[in-house]
């Protein structure tokens, strides 16, 4: 099958082409589900620099995998320097497109190295050399198999389960760098190589968890392919023992990152799930991907979080079974120890997620297997050939036939692969659909109902029955999920029915005392029917537990509403400090540093608030006045310029921007924009005698005299057109 050096590179490529399209359905796909929170809403990834290594906390996709946060960071630089990329109110970019274009490069890089561990192991490893004439085939065959399988979407297609693309990159490059250093023909390069190998493996330790079995895969390739004894590796000639210490080393990053606790809140033997149930269910789940990769009919988008119960994971526990055991027994006979390492492929790379550590918000999901499915392929696609090779030895006169009949099954996989991966693509364009898809398949998964709803609303806020339908749906098959009870007292509190969301949220915090998404909502509507009393414990309470900005805005308010005016400053700066780009948070600070003189400070706050999609034109004038008092006129006159264009029939911007360019020495300006305030309210003594200032200002002395004079015949007892006049007399 397939043989010739020339042959497989083109043929390669255009499995590459044919992987781009196939995936090219999903490329303008909306950021999905956990996209939201841990993309959209991460100010980290706002810009390339040490802060992107520094991912946020509380159990996020990215939440202690520092790479991959810097990777989405990198992505989101590129599509702003190409246009692609478009500021929304948490800064980031709302631009799909290059996401999209990542995840599938990333996707091809895997599948090629893949295809070259496969063929160099074929070529040159130790009992697999029956197949070295095949070596280019079999591993064209794998590669093109894995690349366009359509249980490669979840990975692919759902933008931040990258963190499975990334860690699947530097795995197999770890080992197709250690591969390459056996075969290096000089040191410089075995070296070179080496080096390449531990780097690739210290990235994938910062990209996600599943890398921590990494050094051991290196250690068993070797000596399922390289070496003749554990002995050989360690002391014989050409030893690679600081090479195995140097790749264990990496893993001292992944312990300190899981040890800071950012994925404690998903993940862990204290997340309140049993690790005998996870592994039971486990064992149900790893079943169903080697079924899909057989036959990928019913593939689903999300899991859910209830573990299998009852006799629906004995068959899959018995299975796995006599596949560890398999591959344990394949590990001490020569001929088979490939088979054993297969087997140690398949469970090494599964199990940091699917075996005893719980991971309670998800029991299953496809992506797990994404880099694991490449032994079962392998498996496949070698019993294909075993079989042909046979039947021609027993069959000569059909040889001819069977090879090209083995041909013909396998384009015609590739097509059918290629058109249902297209197809399943295509699907993450709507995401109400994909959630419906869900619930077609798993009618007992509480959070598809619960996302559906949530769709539903935010497409259109006057369909509330029938989101809260879905909420009590997903109550109804999962009363354990909270988040659909706290959802569901939004839609009531959006309703006006405040006490049934205040009961609600109560009956939430009865069943989960410490769920602080509840108690900052609680608190928010507790604040809404006046009960500062309450709200304000409840809501600090929140804050000390999990902070966040909503929850920093939400208590600021309260502080307002109760005259305490100190403690909303330092609230709001909290939620500024969580999420630098809040802009209603920044815009109150920057009005009240602004109005109290002290512009240096106020600016930071007030560029923020400008770049909020909802920034009033008050907000830019008050810019300008803070650039003009630390004395930078070009920034003062360009942003005033942006206010009068937005200030409409405002006359506080008028006022405040013509009170910048007096202190930027431009009387003429500011008269300009004085005027327009006085053409908006003409009897408004205030703008008048600003007028009046700036007309002073230019040498207009009579015209000022007249303003002023104006001014106190509107209210005769105006001081500041009182004190201007007798300053111009004074001047006389």
């Known amino acids: 099958m397939f043989h010739g050096t020339p042959r497989w590179r083109w043929l390669l490529a255009l499995v590459c082409v044919i992987t781009t399209l196939a995936f090219s359905g999903a490329i303008r796909a909306p950021f999905q589900f956990d996209d939201v929170s841990s993309l959209l809403r991460n100010p980290t990834i706002d810009s390339v620099s040490m802060v992107a290594l520094s991912p946020p906390g509380g159990g996020l996709a ?5 790479i991959s946060n810097l990777s989405f960071a990198i992505t989101g630089a590129i599509d702003r320097v190409v246009g692609a990329g478009e500021s929304t109110d948490s800064g980031s970019a709302n631009s799909t497109v290059g996401f999209h274009v990542a995840n599938v490069l990333l996707h091809l890089l895997c599948g090629l190295l893949l295809f070259g561990i496969i063929r160099r192991t074929i070529a040159f490893g130790r009992g697999v050399s029956d197949w070295s004439d095949d070596a280019d085939g079999i591993a064209f065959a794998v590669a093109a198999l894995w ?3 359509p249980i490669q979407t979840d990975a692919v297609d759902y933008i931040v389960q990258r963190t499975e693309l990334l860690v699947s990159v530097f795995y197999a490059a770890t080992l197709y760098a250690s591969i390459r250093a056996w075969d ?11 080096v390449l190998s531990v780097s690739c493996c210290l990235l994938g330790m ?6 921590v079995s990494a050094p051991i ?3 068993l390739y070797d000596r399922a392919f390289r070496a003749e004894s554990w002995k050989e590796l360690v002391v014989g000639t050409g030893s690679r023992l600081w090479f195995y210490v140097a790749l264990l080393a990496t893993a001292i990053w992944l312990a300190v990152l899981v040890s800071s606790g950012a994925r404690d809140t998903t993940a862990g033997f204290a997340s309140g799930l049993p690790w005998y149930q996870y592994l039971y269910s486990q064992a149900w789940a790893i079943t169903r991907y080697m079924r899909l990769l057989i036959w990928p009919s019913a593939l689903t988008y999300d899991y859910g979080q209830l573990p299998i119960t009852g006799g629906a994971g004995v068959a899959g526990a018995i299975l796995l079974v006599a596949l560890g055991v398999g591959s344990i027994v394949a590990w001490t006979r020569d001929r088979w120890r490939w088979l054993g390492f297969l087997g140690a492929w398949f469970f090494l790379l599964l199990g940091p997620s699917s075996s005893v550590v719980p991971i309670r918000t998800e029991i299953a999901a496809e992506r797990r297997i994404y880099l694991a499915s490449a032994a079962v392929i392998v498996l496949l696609v070698v019993g294909v050939v075993a079989l042909v090779r046979r039947l021609s030895r027993t069959r000569p006169a059909d040889s001819t036939r069977l090879h090209v009949a083995a041909r013909v099954a396998f384009v015609a996989a590739i097509a059918m692969l290629g058109v249902v991966t297209f197809r399943r693509s295509q699907l993450y364009n709507d995401p109400a659909a994909l959630w419906r898809d869900t619930i077609a398949k798993r009618p007992t998964n509480a959070r598809a109902y619960d996302n559906l709803a949530a769709i539903i609303l935010a497409s259109d806020t006057t369909r509330r029955a029938d989101a809260e339908q879905l909420f009590e749906k997903a109550i109804a098959v999962d009363s354990t999920y909270l988040n659909a009870w706290t959802n569901l007292a939004d839609v009531e509190l ?12 109560e009956h939430v915090l009865r069943i989960e005392p410490r769920y602080v998404d509840a108690d900052a909502r609680l608190g928010g509507v507790l604040a809404r029917q006046g009960d500062m009393s309450h709200a304000i414990p409840i809501l600090e309470r929140a804050a000390a537990a999990a902070p966040t900005d909503d929850i920093y805005v939400t208590l600021a308010s309260a502080y307002l509403q109760t005259n305490r005016p100190d403690d909303a400053t330092k609230a709001l700066e909290r939620a500024v400090q969580l999420n630098p780009s809040r802009s209603d948070a920044a815009a109150y600070l920057g009005v009240e540093l602004a109005q109290e003189g002290h512009g240096d400070q106020a600016i930071p706050y007030l560029e923020i608030a400008a770049r909020g999609p909802a920034a009033e034109p008050l907000i830019f004038a008050l ?6 008092q630390v004395g930078d006129q070009n920034a003062a006159t360009q942003q005033a310029s942006v206010a009068a264009q937005r200030a409409g029939k405002d006359e506080r911007v008028y006022l405040t921007v013509g009170q910048a360019m007096l202190l930027v020495n431009r009387p003429a300006d500011a008269a300009g924009f004085f005027e327009a305030g006085v053409r908006v309210a003409p009897l408004d003594p205030e703008a008048i005698t600003r007028l009046g200032i700036a007309e002073a200002a230019q040498g207009d002395n009579r015209n000022a005299e007249r303003r002023f004079r104006e001014a106190l015949g509107l209210t005769p007892d105006y001081g500041p057109a009182e004190e201007a006049l007798a300053h111009l007399r004074g001047e006389r």
């Open 217 to 219: 895969m290196v250690l």
């Open 623 to 628: 810019l300008s006045l803070s650039y003009a």
């Open 147 to 149: 690349l366009l399988h």
């Open 62 to 66: 990215v939440s202690g995998r520092p």
């Open 184 to 194: 290096a023909d000089s040191r410089a390069r075995r070296i070179g190589w080496y």
């Open 494 to 505: 959006r309703s006006g029915r405040t006490a049934d969301a205040r009961a609600t949220l």
């Open 206 to 211: 910062g990209s996600k968890e599943v890398m």
